[in-house]
């Protein structure tokens, strides 16, 4: 059975009025996401669309989007324009795609959290015994890069507040190899054109990976 989306103690729109109250959180319902992603249904579908939830709570949006690009690869699959290692790689490419923001760290271990645990139900239930640690691995690294804690109005990441927010490009190149650029989530905001979501100037750079040995060592000098 398909992980539910919206788990029950995730479904109201607020947690307590204390936090509303203090942070001004107010989670969005599923008819409302669904409705705004329509909007833009084609994008949601494309495997290496991008998109950043500035404000992503426990992950109402992206686990929708994140759920929208998988089955896109497993429609593939079932119609065999997909092996798996190429099912592996792009829905690997599809977690890279999505991008969170987050004031509040249980909502950011949430959203990782509930992200991951659909990514892997997904690939067991196509696969079973032939998934691969490694790519759950991978899709655990990106997701601990790409949910960030931290405060979009100042661009600064909340369990170190003298950090600027740092957001990385994976790109997928050749045969599965990925290049990471990192770039200052301030300077994004600053100078983003034409709905880009990164410039051509990171501030730094990493030589290609193979997607399956993502991971936190494989940058690590």
């Known amino acids: 059975m398909d992980a539910d989306l919206n788990p029950p103690q995730q479904r ?39 998109f950043l939830e500035p404000a992503c709570g426990d992950g109402n949006f992206l686990i929708e989007i994140l759920r929208r690009k998988l089955a896109i690869c497993e429609q593939r699959v079932r119609n065999r324009q997909y092996t798996q290692l190429q099912y592996e790689k792009n829905a690997v490419w599809a977690v890279s795609s999505i991008y969170g923001i987050e004031l509040l760290r249980d909502n950011a271990e949430a959203c990782r959290r509930r992200l991951y645990d659909y990514f892997c139900e997904q690939y067991s239930r196509l696969f079973g ?84 040995d993502l991971n936190r060592e494989a940058y690590e000098s």
């Open 12 to 50: 109201g729109q607020i947690k307590s009025k204390e936090r509303v109250s203090k942070h001004g959180e107010v989670f969005t319902a599923e008819r409302e996401v669904n409705a705004m992603l329509d909007l833009v249904k084609q994008e949601t579908e494309r495997i290496e669309s991008r």
């Open 129 to 212: 015994e032939g998934c691969k640690p490694e790519c759950r691995k991978a899709v655990e690294f990106l997701l601990e890069r790409n949910i960030i804690m931290g405060d979009a109005l100042t661009y600064r990441r909340v369990d170190n507040p003298e950090e600027w927010i740092v957001v990385s490009e994976w790109s997928f190149i050749g045969e599965g190899k990925v290049v990471r650029r990192d770039y200052s989530f301030s300077y994004l905001v600053a100078t983003g054109q034409g709905g880009d979501l990164f410039s051509d100037t990171p501030y730094e750079s990493f030589p290609p990976v193979y997607f399956l």
